[in-house]
Each structure stands twice: as C-alpha cells, then as structure tokens.
C-alpha cells in the first residue's frame, strides 16, 4: 500500500519556469523525503524534512510540509532540462525512527526547452 | 563515489522459469532494502535487511519469492518459479543503519519482463 499520493500525476512546463508538486499523506510521520528517478533509472535522494519542520531549502529546491494538513510540496525553481524526471515523495510513518519509507506514485515532470 | 550495483540490468524470462537478481550495496551500510517498482508506480518494500538479518519481509510473496544477505554484505533476490504479473523493475537500496532520517542510496535496478 502506498500512504503519499503526489499531484499532479504529470506536469509540462518550459525552461526557466517554477515547477510544483504536492504530496499528500494519511497519518502521521516521523520525516518526508523526496527523490528523482531519471527514466529507468534508481532513485535519488534530494531532501529530507522533519515533522517538527516547517520550510527547507536546497539548491533551486524548496520543500514545505504542513502537518496539520498531512501535506508536503515540492517547489523546483528556474527549470532546466534536467530536471525531467519523476519526482516522488516518501513518508516515514510513527513517530520513531525505525520503520519502512512509504512512496507515493509519483509526479512526471517534463521539462522542455 | 561510492554506489549500489545490480545485475543483470535486464532479464526476459518465461513464466514458471526460475529467474534471480545480485545486488552489492554501498561498503559500510549495514541496511539493504528490495522494492519492486511497478510502471507508474512508486517503489514499494519487499525485504529489509539489517546486516544478515530480515526485518521486514511482510510485502514478500514468500510462496515464490526468497531472499539472502548471508555474509551482511551483498544480497540475492529469487523468484521461482515467475509469474506474468512480476513484470516490474526490481530496485535494490541501502543505507547506514537504517534510521528512517537516512539517505537511501538506489542501485539502478533490474528491469524483468515475464512472458
């Protein structure tokens, strides 16, 4: 079973555009993470944002999670090619930190040029 | 920098043959993760090792699914014999310890096709 369901399931945008997702959870987490997975390719870790954080920055990427609503979005700024991929969030439910990552079904972002 | 590896990158096989997957995590992670990524997909969790041991087989079909990590370094994944509705990409991962705040570091995975 899958606790994070990202939307939208595809996005197409230019480069230099903002590109945001969101990922949406049912109960409650230790941690959220996001990765990328290139076309059939393994997946790459890009953040990781605690329950008791709000806002994350790194790079042109910014996460917010917002516990109250069970929700996290990721935002890419300024666009570039590389950056299609799809991109797809993952929960740590409980409030320990032992337990299985949980994945969404992930957002496909197309970056054109 | 260090990575996983796995192989074969590909494997087309015949259902009801026996088929099996290598994976050598990243020298040091004691933990050693198997998912199954269906098409359009997120991965999703089929064993968990912590060095040799299991912690986490509940999403293992272990009627035809079995796998090993018997020195706590690489691991094996077999499925005999395979059905049609294996088809997926099979992702090995591992990380330091375990904690659910670390980086899990993917290998490339096995891309199984069963006809």
């Known amino acids: 079973s899958q606790q994070g369901e990202e939307d939208p399931q595809a996005l197409s945008i230019q480069e230099g555009e903002n590109a945001t997702m969101n990922c949406s959870y049912k109960?409650?987490?230790?941690?959220l993470q996001w990765y990328r997975q290139n076309s059939g390719r393994g997946l790459v870790h890009l953040i990781l944002?605690?329950?008791?954080?709000r806002e994350k920055h790194s790079g042109r990427l910014r996460v917010t999670l917002d516990t109250s609503k069970k929700s996290s979005s990721l935002l890419i700024t300024a666009s570039r090619a590389a950056d299609t991929a799809s991109y797809f969030c993952?929960?740590?439910?409980?409030?320990?930190?032992?337990?299985?990552?949980?994945f969404g079904a992930g957002t496909q972002v197309v970056v054109t040029p | 920098e260090a990575e996983v590896a796995q192989s074969p990158r590909y494997k087309i096989t015949e259902k009801s043959q026996a088929v099996a997957f290598w994976c050598d995590p990243i020298?040091?992670?004691?933990?050693l993760y198997w998912y199954r990524q269906i098409l359009g997909q997120g991965p999703e969790l089929l064993v968990q090792?912590?060095?040799?041991?299991?912690?986490?087989d509940s999403q293992l079909p272990k009627d035809r699914f079995s796998a090993e990590r018997l020195k706590g370094v690489d691991s094996t994944l077999k499925i005999q014999p395979a059905e049609l509705g294996d088809s997926a990409m099979y992702l090995c991962?591992?990380?330091?310890?375990?904690?659910?705040?670390?980086?899990?570091?993917f290998g490339p995975g096995t891309r199984l096709l069963v006809l």
């Open positions: 991962a591992s990380s330091l310890a375990g904690l659910t705040q670390e980086t899990q570091y």
């Open positions: 090792f912590q060095d040799e041991s299991v912690v986490d």
């Open positions: 993952a929960t740590a439910p409980g409030a320990d930190s032992w337990g299985k990552l949980q």
């Open positions: 109960t409650s987490i230790n941690n």
């Open positions: 944002i605690r329950s008791n954080e």
């Open positions: 020298s040091g992670h004691a933990t």
